[in-house]
């Protein structure tokens, strides 16, 4: 089944009270205690109700969170660093409970804050997160750098199959081998075409900005959607006061009950 759009009224929120909501959320997920394992059910219940409310599918934005996992792993070595009550020894390597309670509070906490992240990108505009991070003094300059690696991301893929291509067709190999020497000469081969890459984009951006002085680029970007003259209404900080105000209960909750 296709997935539905984003409701209108979420759709329609002030992209300002989006971002805060946003990063409210995500700074009530990695604040949460780690002992305080049933928090993380709700926190997840949480994140699915707005995204019910958004006309999204939240098992598919479950799913797609998982990404999050492999980078979550770079937490692995607290299994054996964080002393505590021995659980289980691999290849002698004890694994603490408290260790394994610290990695398992990571993992969760990473899948969730993804969740929150894919949420804002589904249901605001890349220009209004743009123009809402304009309205809230962020550096202009930070900005501008945002927008511009957002926007040539696929400028940057299109290159990096180029090179791709390139590479398969200059190496001749038999269909039923792989193609190429040793690990270290395709280390050499990956290092060469990162490199041939960095200096593309590197110059592709002095063609950019070369072209933006010649249009009168100053230090600033013009946005379409100027949200700063835009009052915000009680409606609308009421509609995204209501995640906040369940973030603050499961809080308290986690620090009352589930972390004795």
Do not use: C, H
């Not at 604040?31 to 958004?54: E, F, G, K, M």
């Amino acid at each position: 089944m296709p997935t539905p759009a984003p409701s209108i009224a979420l759709r329609q929120l002030d992209p300002r009270l989006k971002l805060i909501t946003a990063l409210l959320l995500i700074v009530g997920i990695v604040l949460t205690p780690d002992r305080a394992l049933p928090a993380y059910p709700l926190l997840w219940a949480l994140l699915a109700s707005i995204a019910v409310a958004a006309g999204l599918d939240a098992g598919k934005l479950a799913r797609r969170a998982v990404i999050a996992l492999p980078f979550a792993l770079a937490a692995i070595t607290l299994l054996f660093t964080i002393p505590g009550q021995p659980v289980i020894t691999i290849a002698g390597l004890t694994i603490s409970d408290a260790g394994l309670l610290r990695f398992l509070s990571i993992v969760l906490k990473s899948w969730l804050a993804l969740q929150v992240s894919l949420l804002l990108s589904l249901t605001t505009p890349f220009t209004e997160l743009l123009a809402a991070l304009t309205s809230l003094r962020l550096p202009s300059t930070l900005v501008l750098i945002i927008s511009f690696m957002y926007r040539y991301l696929t400028t940057l893929q299109e290159e990096a199959d180029r090179l791709l291509r390139a590479r398969a067709a200059r190496s001749a190999g038999l269909p039923d081998r792989r193609s190429g020497g040793s690990l270290r000469w395709r280390a050499q081969v990956a290092g060469g075409m990162v490199g041939n890459l960095f200096l593309r984009s590197y110059e592709g951006s002095e063609r950019v900005y070369a072209a933006m002085l010649s249009r009168g680029y100053q230090g600033q970007v013009r946005q379409f959607n100027d949200l700063a003259s835009s009052a915000l209404t009680g409606q609308a900080v009421l509609f995204a006061a209501v995640p906040i105000l369940v973030l603050i209960a499961i809080q308290v909750a986690a620090r009352l009950w589930w972390t004795r």
